[in-house]
């Protein structure tokens, strides 16, 4: 179970990355203040990448166990560890690609239905095969874990 440090910590980091982007997302700032926002949102968010990276190597590298006997945090091997990451970019990309997909033939879709309610089945069809790509990319994840 999470205690409220572990809960609050992220959170608040979070929150502090983001503060900087409000108003550029509801549209209040002006261009040279928002590329100054912008600035200070990556600035800030590799601050605290980078921070919790020393907090992780210099502060707490290893778990002790009942015995003293010091216990290695990182198990596996480099071999699993980019088989995971191939698996997440093939979900995260195909996802990338299907919300394109959909985000070009939905309106396309909308737009021949509109005027003409016989076209909808086949409009649909091109809305479903943009969704296929995201499936597509699930399974070939699915396949790379099974492998591990």
């Keep these: 179970m999470l205690n409220f440090m572990e809960l609050a910590l992220p959170l608040a980091l979070i929150i502090l990355v983001t503060l900087p982007l409000i108003k550029v997302f509801r549209g209040k700032t002006s ?38 006997d010091v216990v290695d945090l990182m198990t596996g091997t480099m071999a699993q560890g980019l088989g995971f990451l191939s ?16 985000a070009a033939a939905a309106p396309a879709a909308i737009g021949a239905f509109s005027e003409n309610e016989k076209n909808f089945g086949k409009s649909l069809i091109f809305v479903a095969l943009g969704e296929g790509v995201a499936i597509y990319g699930l399974l070939i994840s699915i396949l790379i874990i099974n492998k591990l």
Aim: overall charge positive; aromatic content about 8%; hydrophobic content about 55%.
């Design 87 to 102: 698996a997440a970019l093939a979900t995260g990309m195909s996802a990338l690609g299907a919300g394109v997909a959909v």
């Design 31 to 68: 261009a040279r203040s928002a590329k100054n926002r912008l600035v200070t949102h990556v600035v800030g968010f590799f601050t605290i990448i980078t921070g919790v990276l020393v907090v992780q190597l210099f502060i707490s590298p290893t778990v002790f166990g009942a015995e003293g």
